[in-house]
């Protein structure tokens, strides 16, 4: 099974600065698609930004991107301006496009926003 | 649209009992499966299914039955219910490719 790494259990940034989540998966298949999630407090899983891993360029939602590392298998998330309701808990997850669809997520890293 | 709806939110169950989370969505989405999650742990699968007729197991089945008869339906059973199963359980739907899953809010069950 893939499995999907988030190496920081927490972070923290002012309010208006950039910071960046990181996620690295294992996987031996090149077709594949990667998704960042967010869950608030009310605990709702919320899409922020996917990417296909075919597509060379690196997908942005608004204030949020992706590096996306195909060969280090790095999967990292950019959000620019931060805002207070930018914090939550942050999952990266992985889907096969071969073995049956299924998703796999990290572990989660919770996002603080100083005022 | 509704999208994925789980019910009940909030469940306290005692040692051994047996329950149903149940799980619908109106998408006709042909993928669904279910998670836990924990603290520390992310959402790990125990459940899913590709279309009607078709489940099998994910990362953490033990405990845990499913079926599809329907696409629009996918109930989660516990067995005998144990104090390891007290988690926060979610449903998803997805259409295949690149879409994501769709989650429902989610369901606290609490087993003491």
């Known amino acids: 099974a893939q499995t999907v790494t988030q190496s920081q259990p927490e972070m923290s940034v002012q309010e208006a600065e950039t910071v960046t989540l990181s996620c690295t998966y294992d996987t031996s298949e090149s077709d594949y698609y990667l998704f960042w999630y967010k869950q608030p407090p009310s605990r709702q899983m919320i899409l922020v930004i996917r990417?296909?891993?075919?597509?060379?360029q690196n997908a942005t939602e608004n204030r949020f991107s992706v590096n996306f590392q195909k060969a280090a298998k790095s999967f990292s998330l950019k959000i620019s301006d931060s805002q207070l309701g930018d914090a939550a808990m942050y999952f990266c997850?992985?889907?096969?496009?071969?073995?049956?669809?299924?998703?796999?997520f990290g572990t989660g890293t919770s996002l603080t926003v100083i005022p | 649209n509704a999208g994925v709806t789980q019910t009940p939110k909030f469940q306290v169950l005692k040692t051994g009992q047996s329950m149903t989370l149940q799980c619908a969505q109106d998408?006709?989405?042909?993928?669904m499966s279910w998670y836990r999650q924990d603290p520390g742990m992310g959402l790990r699968l125990i459940h899913y299914?590709?279309?009607?007729?078709?489940?099998d197991q994910g990362e953490v089945p033990n405990g845990y039955n499913v079926s599809r008869s329907t696409t629009e339906d996918f109930p989660l059973r516990l067995l005998s219910a144990a104090p390891s199963q007290t988690s926060v359980y979610f449903c998803a739907s997805s259409k295949g490719g690149s879409q994501p899953q769709h989650f429902g809010d989610g369901t606290r069950l609490s087993i003491l």
């Open positions: 997850a992985y889907r096969s496009a071969n073995t049956g669809n299924q998703f796999y």
């Open positions: 299914s590709v279309g009607a007729g078709i489940t």
């Open positions: 990417q296909e891993a075919y597509k060379q």
């Open positions: 998408m006709n989405h042909e993928y």
